[in-house]
């Protein structure tokens, strides 16, 4: 009995796979599986290879398989680009139409099917993928069962018999299977039955802003980030929110800012390319203490980079990006479920800091799909909505005018002062860029303006959020430090690490990437080493951790930015090594395995003497 | 009811004295008294440039954005609470160059604004370059020999992208100006107050003599119709938009935020954000 089994398939993008993978990752999500589903895709709509990987266990699974043992493929560049990545003694099941053959060396059974001709048979070019649906459906052990009635419940508004004829195709893939390879089928172990969510990344981020009180929506299209907007705005009209697209980033930006200054939670969803146009606005929103939250589901970068791969190069921009001294909030979910809860924190936090919160999701997260417990997501579980402080509107209109002072010295302990909204008698005041006093008024005068900037930058320096968590053994002599999409990888690495070294290993999330929490980290790390994973090529977590004083000695990076995902392999890899004292800062990826290189963070190369 | 000492400030003016800009602002505070508008519902954006310091000037809620977006700001605060009288205001150089991009969309979005540009063909902050509205051939401090660029017609393009109020004011015509900004706040939808404000100190061709000899009052032609989209055009046209008055006026503009489904009469800021837990289970369940 398997615990889990991985299920891949390939072909040209706009073949119709996207609901294909979508009815075969809902089934296995309905029927008690944890599922984890991932993909591999182009800037482009039609034409182009793309592969879809589901992951499906009896247990949580949080990263891409090690392998797969069913690839189904449409084509033979599906075969050329997949094959390698099967585990041995798996199979290929491929249409006999393309007279398919395996790449040399490859340790796997090759199998043909009359794709194209059953389908023919049938009369709809819609009925091959419900064929390969029934076909996987009995290699992988899963009663078709549900997957017919899920098909029932998806397009039973398309009318009795299409339905029927989807059955029937689906029955015909899984009876062909059956009849010609009665001795292959994998046997999968029996899952709960309990029924889990299924969702990706973004959607969570929008459920978590509709259940943060977040109301207006301000942005721009671009990939990975789409989803977030998309999913507000069909829910909005059933809580009178809004969600508009704007002309560009910078547009949407400046309309959270003055969203915010009017008191709705505003929030914009961008990558890299968008959030290099927003900063400026950022700048805006720090300086006139008005609360924004931003998700950046960071994408290979610079420029326009690699707009559908993975990557997480955007945290120094997140953190330090635009000109000028400016405070902000940069927290980083490690998973699906967790970015319901933590993207509703943060518009707490953006009200209780009136500072930009940033939530820097990456592409893996964004658009994978994963699990979510229901617990995890129940409303009752969801923080509850705290607008930080604010002008009591009765107080405020017995003041007279002219008395009330936006930035003034009247702080709480984390160094901020109450706000008025638009709307509140007496609390008139001038929101401006430019360098201000109590009022708002513009000055230039030196004494204030110190105490200006140490107000703006002092109320991060204490920011109250569960800055990192921390899994795996105590006292560990290597710690993994991970966030987004890599922590699921570095979870499952955990316990294969101490199998592979003999040595403890755990893992700490960093929830907070900015401020860096680096007195939290050593005390987790301890007298340990500290393996940094992260997807990008300078090391820019590392980097931040080296210039707020965490000791070089101790610390380990592993870089992978090839778009791949960092895996647990890697993670493994890279931690036998820093056990091992043979290196300290590794990349992976690129075609290459892993391999020791000088500190990433860069210097002036030292010229000889 | 409010009066025009509720919406002064006590700051001291960083305006040169004569500038166009002290017009606009008294027009604007007056038209506010008129309306019966009370400073804490009243909301002024404005963007970088000398006009962008109106928000110094006037008792409101003030939010003073960075250069060329006001508009994406006040439509953003209109929406968060739309029971307030948002006004964007700025320059020439602020909404029609570096801000055009969002000019062009916030007329055809139509949201519930009224947009004052206090436009006077040249930057004055920056000390006397050339504005996208500084005629052809004019000398400044960045075309020595000559404007070899051509203007824009911001009133035309507000037409032609569907804008449903357009109107052109002259900071010293006081009486007609205040008119002005009180049709543009009562029109339910986006309302463009183009005004000539003359930059005393660095444009000494666009004078107030000038605007005197050149503008063509509308009050004044006889059987002009303002609903008449096509006369509209032809009118700014003719007169290369040298025209003082409401340019148009469309009768059956219906707002944005009307068209927003399921969006409230209330303000988004005074409603109850949490979420029915029947919705949310909903949701939920959609992702089963």
């Known amino acids: ?609 | 009811m409010a009066t025009m000492a509720d919406f002064r400030t006590s700051e001291k003016s960083w305006w040169c004295p004569g500038c166009g800009d002290f017009g606009v602002l008294a027009a604007l505070q007056k038209a506010l008294v008129e309306l019966g508008r009370d400073p804490e519902n009243v909301a002024v954006v404005s963007g970088i440039g000398c006009s962008g310091k109106i928000g110094n000037y006037i008792n409101s809620y003030n939010l003073h954005v960075v250069h060329g977006r006001s508009l994406p700001a006040a439509q953003g605060l209109k929406l968060a609470n739309r029971e307030l009288t948002v006004i964007a205001a700025g320059g020439d150089g602020d909404g029609f160059a570096i801000g055009m991009g969002h000019y062009m969309h916030a007329l055809r979005r139509n949201i519930d604004i009224t947009y004052i540009v206090m436009d006077n063909q040249i930057y004055g902050l920056t000390k006397g370059q050339t504005s996208p509205t500084s005629d052809g051939g004019v000398q400044t401090k960045s075309t020595p020999n000559g404007n070899i660029e051509h203007s824009v017609n911001q009133m035309q393009l507000a037409l032609a992208s569907g804008c449903g109020f357009v109107a052109n004011g002259f900071s010293s015509n006081q009486k007609q100006l205040v008119e002005i900004i009180k049709r543009a706040i009562q029109f339910p939808g986006f309302a463009l107050v183009n005004t000539y404000s003359p930059c005393v100190t660095f444009n000494k061709v666009n004078t107030y003599d000038f605007y005197k000899q050149e503008l063509t009052n509308l009050d004044d032609v006889a059987g002009y119709d303002r609903h008449d989209r096509f006369a509209a055009m032809k009118m700014l046209m003719e007169k290369n938009e040298l025209v003082s008055g409401i340019v148009y006026e469309d009768p059956s503009s219906v707002r944005y935020e009307d068209r927003v489904r399921g969006f409230k009469e209330q303000g988004i800021v005074n409603q109850d954000w949490n979420v029915e837990p029947a919705l949310w289970q909903k949701l939920l369940d959609s992702y089963k």
Not at chain 1, 99 to 125: Q, S, V, Y
Not at chain 1, 331 to 347: M, N
Not at chain 1, 560 to 579: C, E, P, Q
Request: charged share 20%; with cysteine.
């Open chain 1, 1 to 609: 009995m398997l615990k889990e089994v991985c299920w891949q398939i390939g072909g040209e993008q706009g073949q119709g796979l996207d609901s294909t993978v979508e009815v075969f990752n809902t089934v296995a999500s309905r029927a008690g599986y944890y599922v984890y589903a991932y993909k591999t895709f182009a800037s482009r709509i039609k034409g182009g290879h793309t592969d879809f990987t589901t992951r499906i266990g009896v247990e949580r699974v949080q990263a891409p398989a090690a392998g797969v043992n069913l690839l189904v493929v449409l084509d033979q560049e599906s075969i050329d680009l997949c094959a390698k990545n099967v585990y041995p003694g798996a199979i290929v099941l491929a249409d006999e139409a393309i007279n398919p053959t395996l790449p040399e060396g490859t340790d796997a059974k090759l199998l043909t099917m009359p794709f194209n001709k059953m389908t023919l048979a049938l009369g709809n070019p819609l009925m091959k993928n419900n064929i390969v649906l029934g076909a996987s459906a009995a290699f992988l052990g899963l009663p078709l069962d549900h997957f017919k009635k899920y098909a029932t419940r998806r397009w039973g508004n398309k009318g009795e018999e299409f339905v029927s004829l989807i059955h029937t195709a689906m029955e015909q893939g899984y009876n062909y299977v059956h009849e010609n390879w009665p001795d292959l089928q994998l046997q999968v172990a029996e899952p709960d039955g309990k029924e889990r969510l299924l969702m990706i990344g973004n959607e969570a981020a929008a459920l978590g802003a509709l259940a943060g009180g977040c109301r207006t929506v301000f942005s721009y299209p671009i990939t990975p980030a789409s989803e977030i907007a998309e999913s507000l705005v069909k829910i909005f009209p059933k809580v009178g929110g809004v969600a508009v697209q704007m002309e560009d980033e910078l547009a949407s930006i400046v309309a959270c800012v003055g969203a915010g200054f009017g008191g709705s939670r505003a929030m914009t969803a961008t990558s890299g390319p968008g959030l290099s146009l927003m900063q400026e606005a950022l700048g805006l929103a720090a300086m006139t203490e008005t609360p924004v939250v931003v998700v950046d589901t960071m994408r290979g970068g610079p420029s326009t980079g690699m707009p559908t791969k993975q990557e997480q190069s955007d945290l120094l921009a997140l953190a330090y990006g635009g000109h000028g001294d400016s405070p902000r909030i940069v927290l980083a979910p490690g998973s699906v479920e967790e970015l319901i809860p933590l993207t509703a924190e943060a518009f707490n936090l953006a009200d209780n800091y009136h500072c930009p919160v940033m939530i820097a999701s990456d592409l893996a997260l964004a658009l994978f799909q994963q699990t979510v417990e229901p617990e995890a997501a129940e409303l009752a579980s969801m923080p509850k909505i705290d607008r930080g402080p604010l002008g009591n509107p009765e107080e405020m209109a017995a003041l007279g005018r002219d008395v009330f002072e936006r930035y003034g010295k009247n702080v709480n302990e984390n160094g901020v002062s109450p706000r008025s909204l638009p709307g509140m008698k007496n609390g008139q005041f001038l929101a401006t860029g430019a360098e201000h006093g109590a009022f708002g008024k513009v000055t230039e005068n030196p004494a204030n303006r110190v105490y200006m900037m140490n107000r703006r930058m002092n109320r991060i320096k204490n920011v109250k959020t569960e800055a990192v968590r921390y899994f795996g053994s105590e006292n560990a002599d290597i710690v993994v430090l991970a966030f987004g999409t890599t922590l699921g990888a570095a979870k499952e690495a955990q316990a294969q690490i101490e199998a592979a070294t003999g040595k403890k290993a755990g893992v700490l999330q960093i929830r907070l990437i900015y401020p860096v929490p680096t007195a939290e980290i050593e005390k987790y790390v301890k007298g340990g080493k500290a393996l940094v994973v992260e997807s990008n090529a300078v090391g820019q977590f590392t980097f931040m951790l080296k210039a707020t004083g965490f000791h070089a000695d101790q610390l380990a990076t592993l870089l992978r930015y090839d778009g791949n995902l960092i895996t647990v392999a890697d993670i493994v890899a890279g931690a036998k090594v820093a056990l091992s004292g043979e290196g300290q800062y590794f990349v992976t990826g690129g075609g290459q395995g892993l391999r020791t290189i000088p500190d990433p963070t860069i210097t002036l190369a030292a010229k000889e003497a």
